[in-house]
Structures are given as C-alpha cells and as structure tokens.
C-alpha cells in the first residue's frame, strides 16, 4: 500500500452535475475491465512477480513518462499512454489503455484533473491499483488558482516550474522505493543525478528569459498553460483559451489578447505543439485589424514534451526549447 498522502483533486460530488456521466463511464469501465481480466487484479502484484523482474508503469504524458525513466532507470517498465503533440485534457483512453492502466504494478499521472477525459477511470483504477497523481505532494502555496476561478480546481500546468518538478520527482522516487525497495539506493542514485540536472534546467531557463528586457516580457499563447513559468520566471502570460482546451475560444477571447498586442507591443506570439494553431492565427488578424503587426514567434512544448528520442522529446529538453524559442523571439 502506498502511505504517502493523496489529494483527490479529480473526486466528483454525488450532487455535481458530472455525477450521471461519471455513473455510465463507471459502468462502462467495469465491463471492459470484466472482459479484459476475467475480474483478476492484476496491479497489485509485486514488481518480482510482473514482466522479467521490472516494476511496469503506466503513465499518461509524455515528459511524465520520461521522468519514471529518469529515476527507475533499469528497473522499470515504462508505458506511455500519450506521445508528442498530445492534448491531456481531451485525451479519451482506449480499451487496450485500460487494459495497460490495469496491468500496471503503478501508474502515475498528472493530477489537478489535467487528464479530464480520463478523470473517472482514473478513480475507479485507485480501488485496485497503485495510482499516483505527480502533483500530490505539492504544497498548496505552490499551487495557482485557475485566472477564472473555477470552483475547487487548481491550474494542472505545474511542471513549467521547474522547482515543482524537483518535488514531482521527488514523489516517484519515493513511490518506487515503496514498491521495490530492494533497488531503493539506484532510485535514490539516479533522482540525486536527476535533481542536479533539474537545477542546472532551472538556472539556465531565469537566465534566458532574463535577457528579454522587462517591458518586452509578455509570453503570447493559445491555451492557459504558463502560469507557472510567468510565476517562477517573471513573465506576464497571456492565452486565448483557459487552463482546459476544453472550452472553446469565443470572439471576446480573441479581441481581448489582440488589445493585449496592441497595448504592450507584443512582435511575436506562441502556437503550441498540442493545441490547433487557428486561435493564435485569429488573434494576429485580429490585431492587424487593430493596425498591430505580429508574428508567430515559434511553437512551444505546452502539455507534452516532443518526439521519443529527440532532445525535446525529454522533460529537461522539452523546458530548456520553450525557454530558447520564447527568448530568441521576444528579446
Ligand atoms: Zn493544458
């Protein structure tokens, strides 16, 4: 069992208007999870017991995917359910998700209902396996109200703070070690190594967006996303959609940031690699209507990092990319 503290930032209310959707998804579930296992658990075996003695995770993004790797090193077994260009907050799992979440001996995610889409599965998954949210041991200073002050919800976006990933991965290695403790001192090892490199990410991105002059700091996106990089980096953010592509962007959102341009001078703004660039286009016409001239500055990694086995396709690589593109094009 794990013993480590839990938020249940995704739990729904019996009286919330979710209830009757989270009822059939529920429903839905069990009777995949009956097909697929004859009713067996299988999460809860031990690491020893699960594929060629490696513990097998589960993950839902990508940056979070190659954290695990980081720190389990040799001794884990990695699935990634969600791969470069992604969007979480749409994300819907397949059956042979399902199947991946429930063979898994641990599965983490992001939390703070960043994978809405799978929110309730995520749930009903926790009766019988080892689930952990990577936000969970975030204090809740660190944690930023959504701008439109959604009721009991926090911005998910917190791994653009590089300090809240140090914590995050502080989180799994603690859960590794509870599940294997045998190779507790290679997980302690390898998030030390991790750690130093966190830190090193951390300098590096203060001093790149350090060198874009104070008046010209204003970071451009289509989706709410950079919150916490605007808090922890000392850059004013501003997006078309909210913190869930969920919602659409209305035409009010799309005048409201092309006044946004206009009024600070803002020469270029950000598409992101898992969001339709046709917001950020609608608010560059916008603008130009205004008699402000942008441009799109370049294409940032938002809600998951880049290709498997490229630089950007890692957490470290996928931050310090945002940091040169957003630097080379507003300084
Ligand atoms: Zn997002």
């Excluded at 001996?105 to 995520?122: R, S």
């Excluded at 507790?184 to 190594?193: E, G, I, Q």
Aim: with cysteine; net charge negative; charged share 25%.
């Amino acid at each position: 069992m794990n013993t480590l503290p839990r938020f249940k930032p995704h739990a729904a209310s019996a009286g919330s208007p979710r209830y009757a959707s989270r009822f059939f998804a529920v429903a839905a579930l069990l009777l995949l999870a009956l097909a697929g296992c004859g009713g067996e658990s299988g999460g809860d075996a031990s690491a020893d017991q699960a594929g060629g003695g490696k513990v097998q995770i589960t993950t839902t993004t990508n940056f979070i995917t190659d954290t695990v790797r980081q720190i389990g090193g040799d001794h884990v077994e990695v699935t990634g359910l969600m791969g470069a260009g992604v969007d979480p907050h749409l994300y819907k799992a397949s059956a042979g998700d399902v199947k991946s979440l429930r063979d898994a001996d641990v599965i983490f995610y992001g939390g703070l209902q960043l994978e809405g889409k799978m929110a309730d599965l995520l749930d009903k998954l926790e009766e019988t396996q080892t689930t952990v949210p990577v936000t969970t041991d975030l204090p809740r200073e660190k944690l930023l109200d959504p701008p439109q002050g959604v009721a009991e919800q926090y911005d998910p976006h917190i791994w653009f703070d590089v300090e809240n990933w140090k914590t995050v991965s502080r989180t799994i290695a603690a859960t590794l070690r509870e599940k294997d403790p045998e190779n507790a001192a290679d997980y302690d090892r390898n998030l030390d190594r991790y750690l130093g490199e966190l830190d090193k990410l951390d300098a590096y991105v203060q001093k790149r967006i350090a060198e874009i002059p104070r008046d010209r700091r204003v970071l451009v996106t289509s989706h709410d996303a950079f919150e916490y990089f605007g808090r922890a980096y000392d850059i004013d953010v501003e997006a078309i959609q909210g913190i869930s592509t969920a919602a659409e962007a209305t035409t009010t959102d799309v005048r409201r940031v092309a006044k946004t341009l206009q009024d600070r001078n803002v020469k270029a703004v950000f598409v992101e690699s898992s969001v339709p660039r046709q917001t950020i286009e609608a608010v560059l016409a916008a603008a130009d209507r205004l008699g402000h001239k942008a441009r799109i500055g370049g294409e940032l990694y938002a809600d998951a990092a880049g290709n498997e086995g490229t630089p950007e396709g890692t957490y470290v690589g996928m931050v310090r990319a945002n940091a040169d593109k957003i630097a080379g094009a507003l300084k």
